[in-house]
């Protein structure tokens, strides 16, 4: 992943610095975008054709780096229309609306037509700080 999202820096600093407790979110949702997003949000997440946010779960391991990876496999439904080209996937702490958190550019955009399935298989989304 690209990086945390200004949302999700000032939390975790009024946090640990500040006093202010943050609740981690008790499910994370995975968005799909054609034009990728910033760390303020913004981007174009896909709409239609049957897509919809999916729910991951991740794993914490390591130190220095400390990685996230998913620990399932994150797979949409079949397109039942086209989705474009996605280029970039986000975080969110809301299966619509909501804080997008974390987001990072694809290693390769992947165009989504009808009847396609886009799929990240176990392992293959990680979230490193450093």
Request: proline share 3%; hydrophobic share 30%; glycine share 14%.
């Given at each position: 992943m690209a990086g945390f999202t200004d949302y999700l820096e000032d939390k975790v600093l009024e946090h640990v610095f500040g006093g202010n407790a943050y609740t981690a979110p008790g499910t994370l949702h995975v968005a799909l975008y054609t034009v990728a997003p910033?760390?303020?949000?913004?981007?174009?997440?896909?709409?239609?054709?049957?897509?919809?946010?999916?729910?991951?779960?991740f794993t914490v391991s390591g130190?220095?780096?400390?990685?996230?990876?998913?620990?399932?496999?994150?797979?949409?439904?079949?397109?039942?229309?086209?989705y474009g080209t996605v280029v970039a996937v986000g975080i969110f702490d809301a299966s619509s609306s909501g804080n997008l958190m974390?987001?990072?550019?694809?290693?390769?955009?992947?165009?989504?037509?009808?009847?396609?399935?886009?799929?990240?298989?176990?392992?293959?989304?990680?979230?490193?700080?450093?």
């Open positions: 910033t760390d303020t949000g913004g981007g174009t997440e896909v709409s239609g054709g049957g897509y919809v946010r999916k729910t991951a779960a130190t220095n780096p400390t990685t996230a990876t998913n620990s399932a496999a994150v797979e949409y439904p079949t397109a039942t229309g086209n974390a987001y990072s550019n694809l290693t390769a955009s992947k165009t989504v037509s009808t009847g396609d399935v886009f799929r990240f298989d176990a392992g293959d989304l990680d979230i490193t700080l450093a």
